[in-house]
């Protein structure tokens, strides 16, 4: 079963402009979110987390919103440029899990000149 | 530089061939992982290590082996029950803030 449902399956945005990407989980005692980045032919790189005792965490460019009641988070890529262009993938997991985490589908994000 | 090592970047395996997936850490990292990529579905563990001398399988382990007879090093045996192994490989460590750091892939193709 999946565990973490993300959506769009892919993404194109004009540069400047904002992409978003959504999770939804079902575990309750999940208690870390992390977005990772990856490019073609290379491995996920992290790009922001969050726990939920904070609804909103920016670093940069990117956003992720937390809504702990809806079990759901995304992220937000503000002022998109054509070096964002890549999959990205939610994931959820416990901290007693030893690092097990689900993995969302991934979405692939275009961003045009 | 500290990270992961993956290799080869590239393998090919013959039906009824077992090959082996190389995966080195110099992170000091006591977990790693072994993941499955597949087109749209994400990354699915296959097996993974807490410590040297222990492994548990994932959510696809079937028709994969593993061993952890050193901390530095994680090999995965593509086995010839594994009917569908093409796929791009990805070895994981974890340090203690939780971060999973991932090498750079292996894939794995059929002749």
């Known amino acids: 079963q999946q565990q973490v449902k993300q959506s769009p399956q892919s993404l194109i945005v004009q540069k400047g402009g904002i992409s978003i990407i959504n999770c939804a989980y079902e575990n309750t005692a999940f208690d870390y979110f992390p977005w990772y980045q990856q490019f073609p032919g290379k491995g996920p790189a992290l790009l922001i987390a969050i726990r939920p005792d904070v609804s909103e965490k920016k670093e940069g460019r990117f956003t992720i919103s937390f809504n702990k009641s809806a079990k759901q988070f995304s992220l937000h890529i503000m002022d998109s440029q054509p070096g964002d262009s890549a999959t990205y993938f939610c994931?959820?997991?416990?901290?007693?899990?030893?690092?097990?985490?689900?993995f969302g589908a991934g979405t692939q994000v275009v961003v045009t000149p | 530089d500290g990270g992961i090592t993956q290799s080869p970047k590239y393998l090919f395996r013959k039906e009824g061939q077992n090959v082996t997936l190389s995966c080195e850490q110099n992170?000091?990292?006591?977990?790693m992982y072994w993941y499955r990529q597949d087109p749209g579905q994400g990354l699915r563990l296959i097996y993974y290590?807490?410590?040297?001398?222990?492994?548990q399988k994932g959510d696809i382990a079937e028709g994969y082996s593993v061993s952890r007879e050193k901390k530095e090093s994680f090999p995965l045996t593509v086995t010839s029950a594994q009917k569908n192994p093409t796929a791009f490989y990805l070895c994981?460590?974890?340090?203690?803030?939780?971060?999973?750091?991932f090498g750079a892939g292996t894939r794995l193709s059929v002749l």
């Open positions: 994931a959820a997991s416990r901290t007693d899990s030893w690092g097990k985490f689900q």
């Open positions: 992170l000091n990292h006591d977990a």
């Open positions: 290590s807490q410590i040297v001398n222990d492994f």
């Open positions: 994981a460590s974890k340090d203690r803030e939780n971060i999973q750091y």
